[in-house]
């Protein structure tokens, strides 16, 4: 038998003091971080508006909860409060009352009762060494969890870079053989991943609301990332990029560049390989987010990136566009004799353009005589 609440949405927000313009405000938020058309927000209001709160279970395996601290910790009304309401969150280790063989009951009265239907968030790597005891929950494996927990959800979200490909527990040496979700349960389907470390709420919420809407999944890239959020360069979407294409760069930290948001580029920032919309959506309701506070990109929504971006403050080897050992005014003088070399050539062309003119003007006034007019006459 069912037992969970069939509540709509409307009023758990209104039981919960979130006006219906904080309502539309939300879909409007949601409708720009997927990178939808505005008219589509009429189809996400109408879909949310009618949910009735499909049921979640989130679970944590080796990780720092720092992906449960990034959804529940923001302002008010946060990504955070919606997406509580949103779901009917039924496990969730880190804040959930019930614990012990209680909580675990519950976990196995959702897969009993909502097989298929559920919707299942992981967070943490999974370790695969020595059969996996390194990690286990009530005597169970993460991987037995994971696998009976996922291959029987309706969508899983990895959150975080540990869910997606293993994370800092899977960087060298790895000693507890972690790995991701996706290595852990081969062949799982639905599968969304949500690099980051952390992973951003606004995002995860994006996917969720998208579930919602449309019951389908976002368009995803070669990771499962969706493309809204992992689709650009980083480097792209920057507010210091501008300093960047002209030779401004933070030399030492705190240094007058430092102090005046020049590019991070020669302290070891790795946006001009990364991808994400950090930029954009940010972080703490798009308050800031790390380049902007001035540290460099460290590239934490890339494959393996705590092996592949490492040491985080070296400087990239090659990165299009000017050469970084090229200073501002050396780039002025350069455009400035580019420009200058414009304009002679402009000059001349006009001078060759207006002699050819004239000769053909005078051709057209003086025409050479008619040699056979004389013969015929």
């Known amino acids: 038998m069912n037992a969970l609440p069939e509540i709509e949405l409307r009023s758990a927000l209104e039981a919960r003091g979130i006006s219906r313009r904080q309502f539309v405000k939300f879909c409007s938020t949601m409708v720009a971080t997927l990178a939808l058309p505005p008219r589509y ?42 997406v ?4 009917s969150w039924e496990y969730h280790e880190l804040i959930m009352a019930g614990a012990g063989k209680r909580a675990e009951e519950t976990l196995e009265r959702v897969m009993r009762d909502h097989k298929g239907e559920y919707i299942a968030v992981i967070e943490g790597s999974i370790p695969m060494a020595e059969d996996g005891v390194h990690c286990t929950i009530g005597g169970k494996t993460a991987l037995d969890i994971a696998t009976r927990v996922c291959s029987n959800a309706a969508i899983n979200i990895a959150v975080g870079a540990c869910a997606w490909d293993g994370g800092i527990v899977r960087a060298s040496p790895n000693p507890t053989g972690a790995v991701g979700l996706a290595e852990a349960v081969p062949g799982i389907k639905n599968l969304v991943n949500l690099g980051g470390c952390p992973h951003n709420p606004a995002n995860t919420a994006a996917v969720l609301v998208h579930y919602l809407t449309f019951h389908d999944l976002p368009a ?45 580029y020669k302290m070891g920032c790795k946006g001009p390989e990364a991808t994400y919309n950090c930029p954009t959506v940010r972080w703490n309701e798009g308050t800031s987010w790390p380049v902007k ?27 299009p566009g000017f050469g970084v050992d ?7 003088w350069g455009g400035t004799a580019a420009v200058g070399i414009a304009m002679l050539a402009q000059v001349a062309g006009n001078i060759v353009r207006d002699k050819t003119r004239a000769k053909n003007v005078r051709a057209e006034e003086n025409p050479p005589p008619d040699l056979n007019a004389g013969g015929s006459a």
């Open 220 to 264: 995803l890239d070669q990771y499962h990332r969706p493309l809204f959020a992992y689709g650009d360069i980083i480097h792209d979407q920057c507010e210091r990029r501008a300093h960047y294409d002209a030779g401004r760069y933070v030399e030492e930290w705190g240094d007058e560049g430092h102090r005046k948001g020049w590019c991070l």
């Open 84 to 87: 509580l309401e949103l779901l």
């Open 41 to 82: 927000l009429h189809a996400v209001v109408k879909a949310l508006d009618q949910t009735t709160r499909p049921v979640l279970v989130w679970l944590e395996f080796q990780d720092c909860a720092g992906n449960s601290e990034s959804m529940l910790r923001s302002g008010y009304p946060s990504v955070g409060d919606f």
């Open 326 to 332: 090229v200073l501002a005014e050396e780039i002025g």
């Open 293 to 319: 506070a001035g540290h460099g990109c460290i590239a934490c929504a890339s494959p393996r990136f705590w092996d592949t971006k490492s040491p985080f403050y070296d400087r990239l080897p090659k990165v």
